[in-house]
């Protein structure tokens, strides 16, 4: 279903900077890694950071959120800082293809 919402808006997505959070039993790294073939066939800007949280050390009875951890604040800052850079970067290239077309 993602997959399809993903396809059916492609042309909207490209030229764009995209960042992954994701969540399960191993931080949800087989699904983010699996996003990152699409995003490039999108023509989308992946950043290098992710963050991946675990199901069972971020959660509270494995439904809600409760981190503390500090290193996932500064790995999700890191990942927002990446995504601003690059949309600015890329936002010529999105204002050429619209006079393009």
Do not use: P
């Not at 995504?83 to 006079?99: C, D, F």
């Amino acid at each position: 279903m993602l997959k399809n919402a993903i396809d059916y808006l492609y042309a909207e997505w490209n030229n764009k900077a995209v960042g992954f959070v994701s969540y399960g039993g191993v931080g949800g790294a087989r699904a983010a890694e699996h996003l990152r073939l699409v995003a490039a066939e999108l023509q989308m800007a992946d950043v290098r950071q992710q963050v991946a949280l675990s199901m069972i050390t971020e959660f509270r009875e494995l439904q809600r959120l409760q981190t503390r951890r500090l290193q996932t604040f500064d790995s999700l800052t890191v990942l927002l800082d990446q995504v601003i850079a690059w949309s600015g970067a890329l936002a010529a290239l999105r204002t050429a293809a619209v006079v393009a077309a």
